[in-house]
């Protein structure tokens, strides 16, 4: 085990306490210790990014100690229609959905629904005495495969030490296997359930026997059906009535409500360098617009859509230790939990939901230890620091971003911006 993990596993993780306040304006940015000289060197960041083309438009959103100091927009939600990009317009939010379908898990964790250390197979049966694979012929994606000896945890579905992958992105084998069993990367379908497809995906080989490796996977689409089998609710219906109604996050959808799809901002490609209007399909030939279909899958691992602000309350929820607008749906403890390094013994920090920055990779940013944060395929990122108090997302509308490196500057002007 690595020094640096041993020291932080040896410290508390600090939550900071707000008392469970909502997010309200701060009167100035200098009323929470930032510099509005210094920010303005975000508004340059985004402007000159939107001049060059690299980027359509952004909004940025930054709170601290409860209080929020930036939110702005700035160029285009279209680039063909030139409609200028809203503060509160809808983005496809991908991966980030991974950390809000964690928090569900562990509300149910709580009330002893079941054990974090559990077989999930108690729960889905269909995950029961899993496989490795052992060869794979790309010819025709037939494969062997080998016991994996041990049983897949509910614990190492939260911390993709699962031994599953990914379709559309995983490794090309694993790309294979899934397209031919028919499982999806989790966003774009209107005519499937979440529990069909992991049902499928609980039969498939895994790439490493569980426990064993990192591996960035659909280990959080089970959890979503997981949340659906033991609540006895739809996984929408448990997000809506448990976490978003509570937190006030009124605009983060699966499938947006026909009152809100004009709000969704349309996707660009960056492959080439310059943002252009996304023409065909995304991943394994998903539609970009699939927020306004009429869905039946409930992706944990991608699916949700929101604005910057509803993010941040949620964000703002583990800031405050489990609590926000008056409302509990976390322990302070179980918040620690979340936020405390699962995975010392391999090469990544992360926790029960998000990355995390620990003692063995604080060198890379100006973030404080102990901070948390993740991002979506369609560039979007965000990170909430408990030393700080901080709260900061940024938000564009890009798929295949490739020249583009903005989250370092955004993190290094936001930083940089504070006084006291």
Known sequence: MRIATLLLLALPVTVAAQNGHPLAPAATPEEVGFSSARLARIDSLVTDLIAQKKIPGAVVYIARHGKVAYHRAWGYRDTETRDPLRKDDIFRMASQSKAIASLAVMMLWEEGRFGLDDPVSRYIPEFAKPTVLKTFNPADSSYTTE?????ITIRQLLTHTSGLDYAA???????????????????????????EKMKVLGKLPLRSKPGTEFNYSLSIDVLGYLVEVVSGLPFDRFLRTR???????????FYLPKDRASRLVALHNGESGVAVPMKGLVFDGVDPDYPNLAGTYFSGGAGLSGPVEDYARFLQLFLNGGEYNGVRLLSPKTVQLMLTDQTPNMDTEFGLGFGLETEANDYRSPKSVGSFSWGGAFATTYWADPKEDLVALIYTNMYNPRTVNYADRFTTFTYGAIER
């Not at 992105?169 to 529990?195: C, L, M, Q, W």
């Open 147 to 151: 016991p994996a000896g041990r049983e």
């Open 169 to 195: 992105i995983g490794h090309d084998e694993f790309r294979a296997i899934y397209a031919k069993a028919g499982v999806p990367s989790g966003i774009g379908n209107d005519h499937y359930t979440i529990g």
């Open 243 to 253: 976490i978003f109604d509570p937190l006030g996050m009124n605009d983060t959808w």
